[in-house]
């Protein structure tokens, strides 16, 4: 292996039947001469799978072969940034995530500044939780003049991610503004409005998702959801019913009880004395704390069964965890 290789480990591209894909994170510290040499030299080899078993060219997919294309115009020019984007998108759509993220992480050493690689390679960081590195990539992808709703909804869920629900909302509105039917907006703007206590603003966003034809279940869970959040029990059985089998909407029904008390307090008809008032008050107060803590502790639960998913059909974008989900931009 040539010395200018050999300086650290700065990942591959190799041919896996048709189908062309990056081995490893390109190391930031590598020498840039000799990763893309690298890059290009893999590039020119097949692979001993594809050497004794060759696939016929008539099975492969049409994403197949526009990812096999585009690896190959990457393998002759890597720090195009257009067959970067392009590799990578594709290298994405086939389930080659870390590998896409690799070629992304490349070309951004050479394009610092394209809006259009920040913006794939930000929201690909925010589906591996690198948040940080996110939120950096996204605000440099965010250009006023060509707004694009995915970014827009990208950086909501970056500070979703960090339970900045109300700062996310101004964000999903913005994305609404610019694709008003998108279904994984109208979920993850209701479900930041759920988490920011205002169930009530995320139930009719949510039925306009479901409405719209969204097929991702989990629209109708967190529809179930916040339908049990202001106790409408029986609604909520219903909108979860239609997706989850029937333990499971048992199981979140048992669960959303413990947060909302199911039955209202009875209102008073007759009026109440000052001192009847006080002493009613005093009786409450020890009763106080504890049940703001219990209520944190319902809270901080619920925040570890919600999930986020940037991309409705493709990448679990990175979870605010697993029960219930905030749905991702469809690519």
């Known amino acids: 292996?040539?010395?200018?290789?050999?300086?650290?480990?700065?990942?591959?591209?190799?041919?896996?039947?048709?189908?062309?894909?990056?081995?490893?994170?390109?190391?930031?510290?590598?020498?840039q001469l000799g990763s893309t040499?690298?890059?290009?030299?893999?590039?020119?080899?097949?692979?001993?799978?594809?050497?004794?078993?060759?696939?016929?060219?008539?099975?492969?997919?049409?994403?197949?072969?526009?990812?096999?294309?585009?690896?190959?115009?990457?393998?002759?020019?890597?720090?195009?940034?257009?067959?970067?984007?392009?590799?990578?998108?594709?290298?994405?759509?086939?389930?080659?995530?870390?590998?896409?993220?690799?070629?992304?992480?490349?070309?951004?050493?050479?394009?610092?500044?394209?809006?259009?690689?920040?913006?794939?390679?930000?929201?690909?960081?925010?589906?591996?939780?690198?948040?940080?590195?996110?939120?950096?990539?996204?605000?440099q992808a965010d250009d006023p003049t060509k707004p694009d709703w995915k970014v827009i909804s990208a950086r909501g869920t970056v500070l979703a991610k960090q339970g900045l629900y109300r700062d996310a909302i101004p964000f999903y509105e913005r994305a609404r503004a610019i694709a008003p039917d998108e279904s994984s907006i109208l979920n993850n703007l209701a479900m930041a409005y759920a988490m920011d206590g205002k169930a009530d603003a995320a139930e009719p966003l949510l039925k306009q998702a479901a409405?719209?034809?969204?097929?991702?279940?989990?629209?109708?869970?967190?529809?179930?959801?916040?339908?049990?959040?202001?106790?409408?029990?029986?609604?909520?059985?219903?909108?979860?019913?239609?997706?989850?089998?029937?333990?499971?909407?048992?199981?979140?029904n048992d669960y959303l009880r413990s947060i909302v008390k199911a039955e209202p307090k009875p209102l008073a008809t007759a009026s109440v004395t000052k001192r009847e008032a006080t002493a009613a008050a005093d009786d409450e107060e020890p009763r106080a704390k504890?049940?703001?803590?219990?209520?944190?502790r319902a809270k901080a639960k619920s925040n570890t069964r919600l999930a986020a998913t940037n991309d409705v059909g493709e990448e679990d974008d990175s979870g605010w965890s697993t029960q219930v989900a905030i749905t991702k931009a469809k690519r």
Not at 108 to 126: C, D, K, M, Q, T
Not at 221 to 240: I, R, S, T
Not at 290 to 296: D, F, L, R
Request: proline share 4%; hydrophobic share 40%.
């Open 1 to 31: 292996m040539p010395k200018r290789q050999s300086i650290c480990a700065a990942g591959r591209v190799a041919r896996v039947g048709s189908a062309w894909v990056v081995a490893g994170l390109l190391a930031g510290g590598c020498s």
């Open 37 to 139: 040499q690298a890059l290009i030299d893999a590039a020119k080899a097949p692979s001993f799978a594809e050497a004794t078993n060759p696939t016929p060219a008539d099975s492969r997919t049409e994403l197949q072969k526009a990812t096999e294309y585009w690896g190959k115009e990457y393998g002759k020019e890597p720090r195009s940034a257009k067959n970067a984007v392009n590799f990578a998108r594709n290298l994405k759509a086939l389930g080659e995530k870390r590998q896409a993220l690799a070629v992304l992480q490349q070309a951004s050493v050479f394009h610092g500044g394209n809006r259009e690689i920040n913006a794939e390679y930000g929201r690909l960081a925010l589906e591996f939780d690198q948040i940080s590195l996110a939120q950096k990539l996204l605000e």
């Open 211 to 252: 409405a719209a034809g969204s097929n991702d279940p989990r629209v109708r869970q967190n529809l179930a959801l916040v339908l049990g959040l202001q106790g409408k029990y029986d609604e909520a059985k219903l909108a979860g019913g239609q997706s989850m089998p029937a333990e499971k909407v048992a199981a979140n």
């Open 290 to 296: 504890p049940m703001a803590n219990a209520q944190a």
